[in-house]
């Protein structure tokens, strides 16, 4: 089985700009969720979907939003980037209600 | 909200010897996952509990989930050099996805 895969690996982008990150999970997994990963904070929950829901949400600013579509692939929007939002960004997929989660290689994204 | 302690947050050891990391939370969790990340990777899972007072095994690696669900421990026997990485616990609340991470613990192994 395919692992989660995402895309693009290296973003780089400008102050003001807006990105959106993709991932696609294992498949038959519906839960997605994401996380940031910077060395400051550690690895920090954004939010998760399953069956294109939103079901739990991290303590992010509104800049960051996400969405599922019905073959459970996810993207992850933010706007108005900031330089403080330069990180690693994950996405780990699940195929069961709670427990183990699988994580792909992550996008790492510079703000400048 | 919830938080991790992880420790220690680094490790220096000699090939072949044997390696303790814990985690302790202020919260109560039903999952407690270990998972070791590699530069520029993503982490990989290593070991999942599910039970207080479970102990898993994979290989090298000894897992237990504490008895009072507030803490767990990794062990990782007879270190080899591609144990070097970073490890991390995370915990999880009842029927939520959302995992909460420990800082992580940093292992370099002398050859």
Redesign the interface.
């Given at each position: 089985k395919a692992g989660?895969t995402?895309t693009p690996r290296y973003l780089i982008k400008t102050r003001g700009q807006q990105v959106t990150l993709s991932c696609s999970p294992i498949s038959g997994h519906r839960?997605v969720?994401w996380?940031q990963q910077t060395p400051g904070q550690?690895?920090?929950?954004l939010f998760?979907y399953?069956s294109e829901t939103q079901?739990?949400k991290?303590?992010f600013p509104g800049r960051f939003s996400g969405r599922q579509f019905s073959n459970s692939r996810s993207e992850m929007n933010v706007s108005t980037l900031e330089l403080g939002d330069s990180a690693l960004y994950?996405c780990?997929s699940?195929g069961q209600?709670?427990?183990?989660?699988?994580?792909?290689?992550?996008t790492?994204l510079t703000v400048t | 909200?919830q938080q991790l302690n992880q420790s220690p947050q680094s490790m220096f050891i000699q090939e072949g010897e044997d390696v303790s990391m814990n985690c302790t939370s202020s919260s109560i969790f039903?999952?407690w996952?270990w998972?070791k990340q590699d530069p520029?990777?993503?982490?990989?899972?290593l070991i999942?509990l599910?039970k207080a007072g479970e102990l898993t095994s994979n290989g090298r690696l000894t897992a237990q989930f504490g008895i009072t669900r507030k803490d767990s421990f990794l062990n990782i026997s007879a270190s080899i050099p591609s144990d070097v990485g970073i490890y991390?616990c995370?915990g999880?609340l009842?029927?939520?996805?959302?995992?909460?991470?420990?800082?992580?613990t940093r292992l370099t192994i002398n050859p």
């Open positions: 989660v995402q839960s969720s996380y550690g690895l920090q929950f998760e399953f079901r739990n991290g303590n994950l780990a699940s209600a709670a427990g183990e989660q699988y994580f792909g290689p992550g790492r | 909200g039903n999952t996952l998972y520029g990777e993503g982490p990989v899972l999942a599910y991390f995370a999880q009842q029927g939520a996805q959302k995992l909460v991470f420990g800082q992580g």
